[in-house]
């Protein structure tokens, strides 16, 4: 089935993409590789942004059921996601691309505030922009960050990247004949309560026709592959 040509992507990587085999939180080889990804899309003429997720370093709401207040661990959450913005960052400025960060939670001395309209101009300029911080509230998780900033950024896509290859009527680990929808509606994700992203998440982008791409990120060119329409992915549309 061909899939429409995404210009303007918003990627969002969970924190536990950038997790090794050794169990580092931030595996400096697997980060190299996943912004090795978002360089390719970005050199086949893509304006990227970027969301990182906490989840590999704090979760709040695994803290708050240890007895953590839940406001403040999902302000520790956040912070979490800062610095996987920064590890992002960094790698990519390694391999020569130009990336800004910008963070929900203003933090002057380590990335820029979260600005719309600064982000845009980055993006005309060819930099890959990383949002921080979710949308830098508790009790919402940085998939709802990521649809609220793809809706801003008129993002033409949120594309999930994930360790599996797209969604499943049941869970594949578990169940050996499940299968993986093509394509899927954001009704049909949200009254099966199919693993995607968080329901909110989903209707943010499903109130903003935000197709849903969710694909592998740790496959190699992955990313590339699925957005010149190759691939195994699933697309989350009305
Ligand atoms: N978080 C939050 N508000 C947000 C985004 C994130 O409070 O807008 C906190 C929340 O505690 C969450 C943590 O940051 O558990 C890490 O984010 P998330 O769980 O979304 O990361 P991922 O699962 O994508 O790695």
Redesign the pocket.
């Known amino acids: 089935m061909s899939r429409p040509r995404f210009n303007r992507i918003l990627l969002k990587l ?3 993409v950038l997790m090794g085999p050794e169990g580092l939180s931030i595996d400096p080889a697997v980060t190299s590789r996943v912004a090795g990804e978002i360089a390719a899309a970005r050199e086949a003429g893509h304006e990227v942004c970027v969301v990182v ?4 370093i ?4 695994a803290a708050a059921a240890k007895g953590f207040e839940r406001a403040t ?2 302000y520790m ?2 912070l ?2 800062v610095m996987n913005a920064l590890a992002v960052q960094n790698a990519l400025e390694q391999i020569g691309v130009d990336t800004r960060v910008q963070s929900a939670i203003p933090m002057a001395s380590v990335c820029e505030p979260f600005i719309r309209r600064r982000a845009e101009r980055h993006l005309e300029k060819g930099r890959v922009v990383i949002f921080a ?13 990521a649809a609220l900033r793809a809706a801003e950024m008129k993002c033409d896509a949120l594309l999930k990247g994930t360790s599996v290859d797209g969604v499943y009527d049941a869970d594949p680990k578990k169940v050996p004949t499940a299968k993986r929808y093509e394509t899927v509606s954001y009704g049909r994700v949200l009254s099966d309560n199919l693993k995607v992203m968080d329901a909110s998440a989903v209707a943010l982008c499903r109130d903003n026709d935000i197709p849903i791409v969710v694909f592998n990120i740790r496959e190699q060119g992955n990313l590339a592959r699925i957005l010149v329409g190759e691939g195994t992915a699933t697309i989350v549309t009305n």
Request: charged share 15%.
């Open positions: 969970s924190g536990e997720g906490g989840g590999n704090f979760r709040g709401l661990a999902d959450g956040m979490a996601t911080a979710g949308v830098g509230s508790p009790y919402f998780t940085t998939d709802s960050g």
